[in-house]
């Protein structure tokens, strides 16, 4: 089903959310618990991943960024 993309290896923290940023590096951000207000992105690693339309992009089980394809127009 997806694909690996980069081999980065993060170790996750718990109670940040990790994700892909808009330039293509794994950024983090506290999350927001309890009515508390979540945290800034703070940049984790710079990775420079060009996207490719058609593919959702994010961070696997062993904290590498892969990519799978998007299923769209189902009815």
Known sequence: MSEKVTKVGIKRAKGYLYYIDKKGDVSRAKMARGGKKGGKPEKVKA?????????????????DVSRAKMKRGRK
């Not at 990775?47 to 959702?56: P, T």
């Open 47 to 63: 990775v420079g991943i060009k996207r490719v339309k058609g593919y959702l992009y994010f961070i696997d089980k062993k904290g």
